[in-house]
């Protein structure tokens, strides 16, 4: 079945930097778009970040400028860079395919931004 397993969050002071990591399985990575969201306490889930499967990118606006997304195939994973983190951009953050696809979620990895 498709499986999704976010790693690399963690506690960081405004204007600091993170590297997440979303391994992939039960799909064929390479031909489907991948999607970062996350969802803030008492708030909604989002998407920040698509790379399609031929490497089209595109970006929520809150974070355009300071997060970057890529993919490796060859690992089956998906990336999200995310440099001046600031304290709006705490929450929990989930790789999944674009919505359409109704495919279950994994357990996300936690961001916090705090001095």
């Known amino acids: 079945q498709v499986q999704f397993v976010e790693s690399g969050g963690g506690v960081v002071q405004p204007g600091g930097s993170l590297r997440l990591s979303c391994a992939a399985s039960?799909?064929?990575?390479?031909?489907?778009?991948m999607n970062w969201y996350r969802q803030a306490p008492g708030k909604k889930r989002e998407s920040v970040a698509r790379i399609s499967s031929g490497g089209t990118i595109g970006y929520a606006d809150s974070v355009k400028g300071r997060f970057t997304i890529s993919r490796d195939n060859a690992k089956n994973t998906v990336y999200l860079q995310m440099n001046s983190l600031k304290p709006e951009d705490t929450a929990v953050y989930y790789c999944n395919g674009d919505s359409w696809r109704d495919w279950d979620w994994g357990q996300g990895t936690q961001v916090t931004v705090s001095s």
């Open positions: 039960g799909f064929t990575f390479s031909s489907a778009a």
